[in-house]
């Protein structure tokens, strides 16, 4: 098999997973508009510890439909967020640092009231008269602004007394940062010990976010859990409908997320604190996923409190770490990740020194194409060899037309006599598909390439040439590299591969531009190379032939 063939099967498999690709997209089901996910908002029952977390622990009853309760602005230097009165749920966030895919006059919309989908981050006390994500708190007047000179913002939310126990909810918003601190103070005035537990959870729809399926490659939304025990563990919303989700339950670390596309919800609780992971359906489309956390008992008269950290804002790799363990395995490579993760630092290096993702795509081309030059010089080797025989092999073929066994047999003589491994064409091809698919992830799954402009029309490297500028010049360099290449003998075979630049830069029309970028550069240094050595070859035997 040469080369050709390779391209051929490259061709027919890229085809098949187009196909698949649009079957899947057209046999899916009707997606529901917003408006009916959201109709059933906020309508789950709080959860229930189990027995093994609260031995005892009173179940409360569902909560009542959802109300137009008021809402209380806030707004920092990062995220502009709206918090409702009902149960003090983030029920809407902005990010002010990360446009809006179709307008970049506005934030990206996070969390999310109805808008495309139902999004929000919920907590509350479990514990008779405590007050749960569906109870009215107090608001404070006005929208709450992170002013100049301050490095926090704290939103305190007064639940109405019940049994002589006060309860507030405390946001402690930061500056430059998407963490908030969550906290519940509670002061217990009545004659009895209080027993309760608190529960932290991020409540969607089952939709996925934005458009983030091409060529059949799918990012990952929904619940996702991380214990030091059993790692990272994503989980499907329609196994949770089905009551098949598996994922660690209890532990003493760990977090539980919603994960989508580019960007994250995850509640933190603090290490050390028994947990107990749930996900569950509460209706319509509606799923909720969370952590429940025993509140140590507060004695009459004697204050007691329950707290997490919550972080909802993008998949910065280089600050998910550090906030907590794992919290970077939400950023999905797919299966690649061993190619991925260190390409991506890479990049990472490159963009520091140039300060433009695009130049250092640009960048690690080259360096890639400098690490796989000697294996590139072997295959162009072998080509422009056979380029040389071009003439004999069109003997071959006059005079063994008719019979295909004698014409290969003396193909392959011809080859070991002139020393030449017609699979050698192949391994560059090879070698690079993995990178080419790797990069692509990295295209896919990286919030720093999200809306990051290289130079003039390319605006977006994550996202198509608006103008298919660059596919087009990927497909001319194409079809450079095809002249290079020596002609096949047979006819048929030679009009297909004349063919392949056209049928390369219409699949090129809709991938990432930082991806075709990468192949253009990649092209344009194999058309030089392949060049160079095509004419010190060439030359050599025209020297041979001379003397």
């Known amino acids: 098999m040469d080369h050709r063939r390779l391209i051929l099967l490259l061709v027919f498999f890229l085809s098949l997973v187009m196909l698949w690709d649009g079957w899947l997209k057209y046999s899916r089901p009707p997606v529901q508009p917003a408006a009916t996910a959201a109709a059933g908002s906020t309508g789950g029952a709080v959860p229930t510890p189990s027995a093994g977390l609260a031995p005892g622990a009173p179940a409360l009853p569902a909560a009542q439909a959802a109300s137009a309760a008021p809402r209380v602005k806030v707004v920092t230097d990062v995220l502009r967020a709206e918090i409702s009165a009902e149960g003090g749920s983030i029920v809407r966030l902005e990010l002010e640092k990360h446009k809006a895919t179709n307008d970049r006059s506005r934030g990206f919309l996070l969390l999310d009231d109805g808008e495309r989908h139902f999004y929000a981050a919920e907590s509350g006390l479990i514990g008779t008269g405590l007050p749960n994500h569906r109870t009215t708190y107090a608001l404070p007047a006005g929208e709450q602004v992170l002013k100049d000179g301050e490095d926090s913002l704290v939103l305190r939310l007064e639940a109405p007394e019940q049994n002589g126990v006060k309860v507030a909810k405390v946001l402690t918003f930061h500056r430059g940062s998407y963490l908030v601190d969550v906290s519940y103070e509670i002061a217990n005035a009545g004659a009895e010990p209080l027993k309760a537990h608190a529960y932290f959870q991020f409540t969607r729809d089952g939709k996925a976010a934005e458009q983030v399926e091409a060529f059949g490659v799918t990012t990952f939304t929904g619940p996702a859990f991380f214990t030091d025990a059993a790692k990272f563990q994503k989980v499907q919303f329609e196994e949770i409908a089905e009551g098949k989700a598996k994922f660690a339950k209890n532990a003493s670390d760990g977090w539980v997320a919603m994960v989508q596309h580019y960007f994250v919800g995850a509640w933190l609780p603090a290490a050390g604190v028994e947990r107990e992971f749930f996900a569950r359906k509460v209706g319509g489309d509606l799923y909720s996923a969370g952590a429940i956390l025993p509140v140590s008992d507060v004695a009459p008269g004697a204050s007691g409190k329950a707290e997490?950290?919550?972080?909802?804002?993008?998949?910065?790799?280089?600050?998910?770490?550090?906030?907590?363990?794992?919290?970077?395995?939400?950023?999905?490579?797919?299966?690649?990740?061993?190619?991925?993760?260190?390409?991506?630092?890479?990049?990472?290096?490159?963009?520091?020194?140039?300060?433009?993702?695009?130049?250092?795509?640009?960048?690690?081309?080259?360096?890639?194409?400098?690490?796989?030059?000697?294996?590139?010089?072997?295959?162009?080797?072998?080509?422009?060899?056979?380029?040389?025989?071009?003439?004999?092999?069109?003997?071959?073929?006059?005079?063994?037309?008719?019979?295909?066994?004698?014409?290969?047999?003396?193909?392959?003589?011809?080859?070991?006599?002139?020393?030449?491994?017609?699979?050698?064409?192949?391994?560059?091809?090879?070698?690079?598909?993995?990178?080419?698919?790797?990069?692509?992830?990295?295209?896919?799954?990286?919030?720093?390439?999200?809306?990051?402009?290289?130079?003039?029309?390319?605006?977006?490297?994550?996202?198509?040439?608006?103008?298919?500028?660059?596919?087009?010049?990927?497909?001319?360099?194409?079809?450079?590299?095809?002249?290079?290449?020596?002609?096949?003998?047979?006819?048929?075979?030679?009009?297909?591969?004349?063919?392949?630049?056209?049928?390369?830069?219409?699949?090129?029309?809709?991938?990432?531009?930082?991806?075709?970028?990468?192949?253009?550069?990649?092209?344009?240094?194999?058309?030089?190379?392949?060049?160079?050595?095509?004419?010190?070859?060439?030359?050599?035997?025209?020297?041979?032939?001379?003397?």
């Open 308 to 547: 997490a950290r919550l972080y909802v804002g993008p998949q910065e790799q280089d600050k998910l770490e550090g906030i907590a363990p794992g919290l970077d395995l939400v950023v999905d490579y797919g299966w690649l990740t061993v190619i991925a993760a260190p390409l991506f630092w890479v990049l990472s290096w490159l963009h520091k020194l140039t300060g433009n993702w695009g130049w250092a795509i640009i960048l690690v081309t080259v360096a890639l194409k400098a690490v796989f030059f000697p294996l590139s010089a072997a295959s162009y080797k072998s080509m422009a060899k056979m380029r040389v025989l071009g003439p004999r092999l069109q003997r071959m073929k006059e005079l063994y037309g008719n019979d295909k066994a004698k014409m290969q047999q003396e193909m392959m003589n011809l080859y070991r006599t002139e020393k030449i491994n017609p699979l050698g064409g192949c391994l560059p091809i090879l070698v690079q598909i993995p990178v080419f698919i790797a990069l692509y992830w990295v295209l896919l799954g990286s919030v720093e390439m999200r809306q990051a402009p290289w130079l003039g029309w390319i605006q977006d490297l994550s996202a198509k040439d608006p103008y298919f500028i660059l596919p087009i010049i990927m497909g001319v360099s194409m079809l450079v590299q095809m002249k290079l290449n020596p002609t096949p003998p047979d006819p048929i075979q030679a009009k297909v591969m004349m063919a392949m630049p056209v049928v390369f830069t219409f699949m090129f029309l809709w991938f990432p531009s930082g991806l075709v970028l990468y192949w253009v550069v990649n092209n344009v240094l194999s058309i030089a190379q392949q060049w160079q050595i095509t004419r010190m070859i060439e030359g050599a035997k025209s020297g041979a032939k001379a003397a």
